[in-house]
Structure formats: C-alpha cells, structure tokens
C-alpha cells in the first residue's frame, strides 16, 4: 500500500474539527499529514486549546463554539473528538447531529454514544440529512487485524470457527450498571474488543456474560450470525507491564494469532511427518511453515509509526476519501455502533449468566 501525503492529493476535504484535547493533539491531528485534509478551522470550549492546535497544525480558523463554527465555515466534514459530559455520557450524539443538518459528514472518536436510542437518533439524522457518520473504531484499521482478515477470508483457511479475544477490563458489579458515571471505564474500553470480534467474526447473534466475584474480571461466551463461537477474555488483574491483547482465530486445521497488536502469525494446514509415534521431528514441509510477520523498528518507514499501526491515521484516511466519494463508511459505521450499544446494554441492562439476543 503506498500512502500519498497531504500536500499530494488533487482535491482535499475541506474539514473542521471540533474538540482540541489530548487525544486528538496526540493522535488525530498528525494523521491530517497523511490524508486529503484541508483544516479550515478548529473549536474547543478551552480556546486556548483550539489556538494552540490552530498554530501547530495550520487551521484557518479558532472558534470556541461549535454551532457558531458550522454557521460560519460551512465544512464539506466534521472530525468531533470531545469527551464525556457530568454524566459520563459521550457528547457525539448530539454534536454529530448539529453537524449532519448543518450539511456536514461527522467522523466521531469512540465511544460513540451511551445508548442504542443515541445512535439510532443519528442514523435517523443521517438518512434525513443525506449526510453520514464515521465512527473511531480504530482496531478495525490496525494493520495486523487487516492481516489476519484477510488470512481469515482465503478459501484455503476454511469456515472460521471459534475466535478468542483478551483485553484487561473489569466490569462493575451488577448493583454500580445502570449508573452512567460508574459504567463510563467499561463503556470506553469495550469499544475495542468489540470491534476486533465484530471486524473478524461479523455480526454478533447471542453473549453470556461470566464474570468473578474476585475483581470483575470476566468472560462473555458469543455467538455469532456466522454459526461461529467466540469468548471475550475481559482479563482484569493482568500485569501492567503485560502486552493488552491478544486475538486467536480458528478455521479449517488453520489458525491465525495477532499478538500485541503487532505480531501475526498463520499456523497453516500441515503437520510433523511420519505419524503419531514415529514423527522424529517437528519440521514440516516448509509449505505448510508457520508465517509470521512483525515490524522491523530500524528504518524510519511510515509503518514504523503508532499513527499507521494504531490505526489512526488509515481510519482518517478512509473517511476523508468516503467523503470524496461521497460514500458511506462501510467499516467503522453507525450500524457498528449501534451493535456496539445493544452489546453494551446487553451487559448494563441484564442479568449475567443469562443468554441476551443481540441480533435484530
Ligand atoms: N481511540 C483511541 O485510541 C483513543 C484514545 C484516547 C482517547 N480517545 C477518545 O477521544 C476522546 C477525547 O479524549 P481526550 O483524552 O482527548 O479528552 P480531553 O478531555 O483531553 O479532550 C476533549 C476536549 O473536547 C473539548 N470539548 C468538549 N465538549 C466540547 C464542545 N461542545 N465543543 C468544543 N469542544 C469541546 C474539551 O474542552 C476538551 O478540550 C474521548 O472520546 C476518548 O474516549 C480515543
């Protein structure tokens, strides 16, 4: 894949951002170096922000209100990067909202909401609009997990089976789940192994949840539309010092691992020759050899860098050029999102050990 810069592109999207904090300084506001960003202006309520981030990445424009921002600066889209109000509830909604009548395409950090009826009221705003949403899931554009889908995806790989994530995260106990403020952590973080799981298994049938008494740790055993059967390894009490995640992937005698996000490897069909009990090594036939990939950390490559493989900088991209084709986002989507949010009700809302349907 050859990434064309900024500067590159014959016609950029003419884009405004609203929300000048850490993560979009960070993380979203570098990415506009990689994508057909032209930044006419930028908002935050801390205008100090918004004029800091105006400096360092060349926006037109400062605003501190949003609403007057997209009066003003008609912006062909929108990148929202706000945080949580006094409830713990995400701002996209009705930020996103103001943006899709004001004539603008919203890309929203996660998470996207705090409910199905939230995201539901975008996708209505969205189809009376005839504008549309992308949303931040990020692990969905990590290139180790574009790998192992289109490993997953080869004839050769077969029916993919069963798929096992971890990710440390506790939930609160089911007393603390229907206030918003105590469920904001889990709301954050289940974002992203949720859309590892829906990225590599697609649409979620059935979960269970199993959680322990010791310190919210917990497993939750799904079902997928495909017939497929996964389990999300919530493994809180993990060590610190610990790589987060790890993701296995089962398909006919073949399996897929993506560890620490930046190892892949594919166990392909084969195995020792000889039989059982007269095998006298472990080699193979090198057609049927381990493939396993990881960067190399040495040449200053674009690949090299957290922005390509933490995902920001393709998931920015892919939603600029949506925006010039003037399609929908098919990955990262408002029908995502809202698959996202029945599963989080499904653990706010209900009973663990009970069987919740998630499919509509
Ligand atoms: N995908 C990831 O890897 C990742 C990582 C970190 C944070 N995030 C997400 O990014 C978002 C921001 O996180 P953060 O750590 O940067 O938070 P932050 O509090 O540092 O920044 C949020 C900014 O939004 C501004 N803001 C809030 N409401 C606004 C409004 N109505 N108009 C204009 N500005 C407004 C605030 O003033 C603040 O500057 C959160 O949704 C978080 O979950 C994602």
Redesign the pocket.
């Given at each position: 894949m050859r990434i064309t810069y900024n500067h590159e592109y014959p016609r950029r999207v003419r884009l405004a951002a609203?929300?000048?904090?850490?993560?979009?300084l960070r993380?979203i506001f570098p990415t506009y170096q990689f994508a057909p960003v032209d930044l006419a202006a930028v908002?935050?309520?801390?205008r100090e922000?918004a004029e800091a981030c105006a400096r360092l990445f060349g926006a037109g424009a400062v605003y501190a209100d949003?609403r007057e921002m997209l009066e003003r600066e008609r912006p062909e889209a929108v990148v929202i990067?706000?945080?949580y109000d006094e409830n713990g509830r995400?701002?996209y909604p009705g930020?996103a909202i103001d943006a899709l009548r004001a004539g603008a395409h919203a890309w929203i950090?996660?998470?996207p909401a705090a409910s199905v009826a939230e995201v539901e009221a975008m996708i209505a705003a969205s189809d009376e609009t005839a504008r549309f949403v992308g949303v931040?899931f990020?692990k969905m554009f990590f290139p180790a997990n574009v790998k192992a889908k289109e490993i997953i995806t080869r004839p050769e790989f077969g029916a993919v089976s069963t798929i096992t994530a971890r990710y440390p995260q506790s939930l609160p106990p089911e007393a603390d789940r229907s206030d918003s403020r105590r469920m904001c952590g889990f709301l954050?973080h289940i974002v992203h192994p949720y859309s590892v799981l829906r990225y590599l298994g697609g649409p979620i049938e059935s979960l269970q949840v199993e959680r322990s008494r010791i310190n919210g740790a917990s497993f939750t055993h799904i079902r997928f539309v495909s017939g497929a059967v996964g389990s999300l390894h919530l493994a809180h009490g993990q060590s610190g010092m610990s790589p987060l995640e790890r993701t296995e992937i089962i398909g006919d005698s073949a399996n897929v691992v993506v560890d620490n996000n930046v190892r892949v490897t594919y166990y392909r069909r084969g195995g020792a020759e000889g039989g059982y009990g007269r095998a006298g090594t472990f080699f193979g036939s090198d057609d049927a050899a381990p493939l396993h990939w990881e960067p190399e950390f040495s040449l200053g490559q674009l690949y090299n860098k957290g922005l390509f493989l933490?995902g920001y900088a393709p998931e920015i991209r892919y939603f600029c050029e949506c925006v010039l084709e003037n399609r929908a986002p098919e990955v990262g989507s408002l029908a995502d999102a809202r698959e996202l949010l029945r599963v989080f009700e499904a653990y706010q809302q209900r009973p663990d050990g009970e069987r919740v349907v998630i499919a509509r």
């Open positions: 609203i929300g000048c904090g850490g993560h979009a993380n908002c935050d309520l801390d922000r949003y990067v706000t945080n995400p701002r930020i950090e996660k998470p931040g990020k954050d933490l």
